[in-house]
T-cell receptor
């Protein structure tokens, strides 16, 4: 069964450093998303990406965050200057429309 | 704004029992989709079942079924013959379809433990 692949599985970074989280979507999917889950809390929407542009973003997705799909395959989330409160599980998800998404296995980001 | 509420933070049942997880949502839209996702200890998000709001028939997937009450804005998940592998967090989620990407709005989750 097709999978969404996320790398790395765990990233530890110093506060203030830039991190890039990577996702390889399922090949025929057109919609791409990033969600985050702070430990023990609910899953929160960050951003959606369609037709090579952001279609919607949440209040969490401020100027420190950016997304791109530079080579038509990888879909990346960049956090420019990490804060302690950015520590969370970050999920990439991809989909074809209204059928629900396929989530990746997540990247655990720890900011120290 | 759409909201999803799961009023049971934790539930625990014996193996082979039937368990029902509750979910209510709030929206003024008439066309939408509802989902249940399972998150085992590995923290992967796994789609369990999906329901279109325009369908009156309740969705079923093997041991998993839903009770969709559109007027009451209720979407409960029933797990029959529960198994140890069903132990996980379960999230109810809501989506409004429109052209372009559609975000999921999640509830707070219910931690389900199946005891041997």
């Amino acid at each position: 069964e097709p999978e969404v692949t996320q790398t790395p599985s765990h990233q530890v970074t110093q506060m203030g450093q830039e991190v890039i989280l990577r996702c390889v979507p399922i090949s025929n999917h057109l919609y791409f998303y990033w969600y985050r889950q702070i430990l023990g809390q609910k899953v929160e929407f960050l951003v959606s990406f369609y037709n090579n542009e952001i279609s919607e973003k949440s209040e969490i997705f401020d100027d420190q965050f950016s997304v791109e799909r530079p080579d038509g395959s990888n879909f990346t989330l960049k956090i420019r200057s990490t804060k302690l409160e950015d520590s969370a599980m970050y999920f990439c998800a991809t989909g074809q429309g209204n059928y629900g998404y396929t989530f990746g296995s997540g990247t655990r980001l720890t900011v120290v | 704004a759409q909201t999803v509420t799961q009023s049971q933070p934790e539930m625990s049942v014996q193996e082979a029992e039937t368990v029902t997880l509750s979910c209510t949502y709030d929206t003024s839209e008439s066309n939408y989709y509802l989902f249940w996702y399972k998150q085992p200890p590995s923290r992967q998000m796994i789609l369990v079942i999906r329901q279109e709001a325009y369908k009156q028939q309740n969705a079923t997937e093997n041991r998993f079924s839903v009770n969709f009450q559109k007027a009451a804005k209720s979407f409960s998940l029933k797990i029959s013959d529960s198994q140890l592998g069903d132990t996980a967090m379960y999230f109810c989620a809501f989506m409004i379809p429109f052209q372009g990407a559609q975000k999921l709005v999640f509830g707070q989750g219910t931690r389900l433990t199946i005891n041997p």
